[in-house]
């Protein structure tokens, strides 16, 4: 069983910047492919961004490539999300999720492809 705890929400004004951090336990971090996905009031859980096992392979939604940076930290047991230039609209619960997947060649993108989620921390972003 992996267990995740997200951590590093908060309120923050438009255009500054946080970072997410999902601690993994239950399991060794190199053999989880890992992702953040987030949800806003009212609306369905939205990919945002994934990350392979051992970090050599990253993909984004569109609307945050080049604001948001996902990495890992294995040695920590760690996946971090750096979100720069937060607007309103990122405002969201964001939870981190994981699946067992030794392979540094694959990251998924599909809230079913995981098996592993966290609880979720909120972040808003005012205006």
């Known amino acids: 069983q992996v267990h995740l705890v997200e951590s590093g929400g908060g309120l923050v004004q438009a255009g500054d910047s946080l970072r997410l951090s999902c601690a993994a336990s239950?399991?060794?971090?190199?053999?989880?492919?890992m992702g953040w996905f987030r949800q806003a009031p009212g609306k369905d859980r939205n990919f945002i961004a994934a990350?392979?096992?051992?970090?050599?392979?990253?993909f984004y939604l569109d609307s945050v490539k080049g604001r948001f940076t996902i990495f890992r930290d294995n040695a920590k047991n760690t996946v971090y999300l750096q979100m720069n230039s937060l607007k309103p609209e990122d405002t969201a619960v964001y939870s981190c999720?994981?699946?067992?997947?030794?392979?540094?060649?694959?990251?998924?993108?599909?809230?079913?492809?995981?098996?592993?989620w966290g609880q979720g921390t909120q972040v808003t972003v005012s205006s």
């Open positions: 990350i392979s096992s051992s970090g050599g392979r990253t």
């Open positions: 999720a994981a699946v067992v997947n030794y392979s540094d060649s694959y990251y998924f993108t599909k809230t079913y492809d995981y098996t592993y």
């Open positions: 239950g399991r060794t971090a190199s053999s989880l492919a």
